[in-house]
């Protein structure tokens, strides 16, 4: 039988059975031990009591990284095709089933990265954190061929971020550690070694894995989307899949590998077709512990909005925004959540000079759709999203960034709408949808009128209210 990914399947409670006698056989060996052992001296200096020798290199990563996993439930609707055969009015029984499967932290605001396999058509995603909180979460993005998914909850505070090392340097026989939602069991912790490295996995006709790290730890249904750690607490795999009959055969797919896919996942280009301009790679140095990693610009895009601020290839990115870099994806997710047309701040080197400036994301091979539509979207507006605006000027919204060029001031929200199931509010100024800016009521026509409008869903919105910037969802726009 072939390696299938951890799904949720049920299994047997296994039955604890203490072996008898043991104290008593061990009991003269201790006994003996006592006795050879020479009295200390009164004379001898006291020397540092040792190390807790149950405090092992897992215990510490374990510790270290434990909030920075969490465990993932959801609900599908599977048809039972044996009843679809025998039945003549071709109506199949449909039923629903739970799964299970974990979840790695690589943003503060709740970017969880798991497996494409483990929120594959469920209708209904749950995350408990490690203190057991339990939020709703939603798909971002998710990659079928590569067996990754981004989904998304809305954490109370800042949640921790699992450390990244690399899988570029890793060694047969190294010691690893896994933590997952093993058959259901929240939180379980085994520990192995990488067993092998490089190997291909065929899962069945239509799903096959390239380059896999295999380790013995234990990886059972429901670890799948849960880290691969070496002994620094470092995340060096995601486990994937587990060979079906066999012991201490798992396969995890190669950190490196993760991040590059996440990067290109989450990038605003693959999500709205906007573009910073750079073309970015991942750098490492393992002499280092811990690992160290850094951003390269590979090439800067012609024209594009890093072309306009100054940067070359060579440069190397250290911070956008509030989010050190240390890999590309940090770049993508700082501009996940932010309104289009707003600068991030930049910090990068180029040799040992410093350089600060800033960009914003814009429509890439386009200009930014803001008069493609005729006057009169209003109605629109008022028709589909529920809301009347009046134009503010830049100088308004200048209060809260210099860079937004206008919004939208809220005069009525519909109570029976879109907007108002949303929070709007009158006196909120709206100054974004998607990717687009919102500087006339024809921006928000644009974007309501958009005919991929139901591939954006849900259509983030931007928004300034007592001088804060709010962002949100809009539920579902008829």
């Excluded at 949720?8 to 203490?18: D, Y």
């Excluded at 085994?190 to 490089?198: C, D, F, N, Q």
């Excluded at 493609?372 to 589909?384: E, H, K, L, P, S």
Aim: charged letters at 25%; hydrophobic letters at 40%.
């Amino acid at each position: 039988p072939g390696p299938h990914p951890g799904s949720g399947v049920t299994m047997p409670s296994p039955s604890l059975v203490r072996p008898r006698g043991a104290a008593r056989a061990f009991a003269p060996l201790l006994l003996a031990i006592t006795l050879l052992a020479p009295a200390a001296r009164a004379d001898e200096p006291k020397t540092r009591a040792p190390a807790n020798p149950r405090r092992s290199a897992a215990v510490d990563v374990v510790e270290k990284v434990k909030a920075c996993v969490v465990n993932i439930h959801s609900e599908r609707t599977v048809t039972d095709a044996r009843d679809f055969d025998r039945r003549s009015d071709l109506s199949a029984t449909q039923h629903r089933v739970n799964g299970m499967g974990t979840g790695i932290v690589i943003d503060p605001r709740g970017y969880i990265i798991t497996n494409h396999h483990v929120v594959d058509d469920v209708h209904s995603l749950r995350v408990r954190l490690c203190d057991g909180t339990t939020l709703p979460a939603r798909v971002v993005v998710k990659d079928a061929e590569q067996d990754l998914a981004v989904i998304k909850i809305d954490p109370p505070r800042p949640l921790p971020v699992m450390p990244l090392g690399t899988s570029s340097d890793l060694m047969l026989a190294e010691p690893v550690i896994a933590i997952g939602n093993a058959f259901g069991y929240e939180h379980t912790v085994t520990t192995g070694i990488v067993s092998a490295l490089k190997r291909d996995v065929t899962l069945n006709k239509e799903v096959s894995y390239k380059s896999l790290i295999q380790t013995s730890a234990g990886i059972n249904p429901g670890n799948s989307g849960g880290p691969l750690l070496n002994v620094h607490g470092e995340l060096i795999g995601v486990n994937v899949a587990i060979r079906a009959g066999a012991q201490n055969i798992a396969f995890a797919l190669p950190i490196d590998n993760v991040l590059k896919t996440a990067a290109e996942m989450l990038s605003a280009r693959k999500r709205s077709g906007a573009t910073h301009g750079l073309v970015l790679r991942d750098a490492v140095d393992t002499s280092d512990n811990p690992v160290k990693r850094w951003v390269v610009v590979d090439r800067v895009e012609p024209g594009s909005p890093a072309d306009e601020a100054g940067f070359k290839a060579g440069d190397v990115v250290e911070r956008v925004g509030d989010v050190t870099v240390r890999c590309a994806l940090d770049v993508e997710r700082a501009y996940l959540e932010q309104p289009a047309g707003l600068k991030l701040d930049m910090l990068a080197r180029r040799g040992r000079e410093e350089l600060k400036t800033a960009v914003a994301l814009r429509a890439a091979g386009r200009p930014v759709p803001a008069i493609t539509v005729a006057a009169g979207g209003g109605d629109v507006i008022w028709r589909r999203l529920g809301i009347k605006v009046d134009v503010v000027t830049a100088e308004i919204v200048a209060r809260v960034n210099k860079d937004l060029r206008g919004g939208l001031l809220i005069t009525e929200v519909n109570p029976d709408s879109p907007a108002a199931r949303a929070g709007f509010q009158k006196g909120d100024v709206l100054i974004g949808l998607h990717q687009w800016e919102t500087i006339s009521s024809e921006n928000v026509a644009f974007v309501l009128n958009h005919p991929d409008l139901a591939s954006f869903s849900p259509v983030r919105y931007f928004l300034i209210r007592g001088g804060e910037l709010h962002r949100g969802f809009l539920p579902a726009i008829e």
